[in-house]
């Protein structure tokens, strides 16, 4: 059974840093691309950052970019996203995500993503 569980979520005041874990099991995912969303209450699940099979291909959403960094350890099945300088506008449910193959490219469409966690709250004070 395929399983994603995330954890590091949490309260933090703005400008704070969380590191989320996302730890598979099941299977390996070594060539599977890895993603981060987050729910925001009352909003859609948003793409936040992905990580390729190699750990030298990412992509990040604008907002995120040079604040977020999305990492992986293969040998562990796992997946990280330190989140640095947070700001209230990062508040929601942050899942992980992963496909089932391949792609040559990170996908980010949440629709793309065969395999998901149960989510973790992080929230930010102002």
């Known amino acids: 059974q395929v399983q994603l569980v995330e954890s590091g979520g949490g309260l933090v005041q703005a400008g704070g840093s969380l590191r989320l874990s996302c730890a598979a099991s099941?299977?390996?995912?070594?060539?599977?691309?890895m993603g981060w969303f987050r729910q925001a209450p009352g909003k859609e699940r948003e793409f936040v950052a992905g990580?390729?099979?190699?750990?030298?291909?990412?992509s990040y959403t604008n907002s995120v970019k040079g604040r977020f960094t999305i990492s992986r350890d293969n040998a562990k099945n796992t997946v990280y996203l330190q989140m640095n300088s947070l700001k209230p506008e990062d508040t929601g449910v942050y899942y992980c995500?992963?496909?089932?193959?391949?792609?040559?490219?990170?996908?980010?469409?949440?629709?793309?993503?065969?395999?998901w966690g149960q989510g973790t709250q992080v929230t930010v004070s102002s």
């Open positions: 990580i390729g099979y190699s750990s030298g291909i990412t």
């Open positions: 995500a992963a496909t089932r193959q391949f792609t040559i490219r990170v996908v980010q469409r949440d629709y793309d993503y065969d395999y």
């Open positions: 099941g299977r390996t995912f070594s060539t599977s691309t």
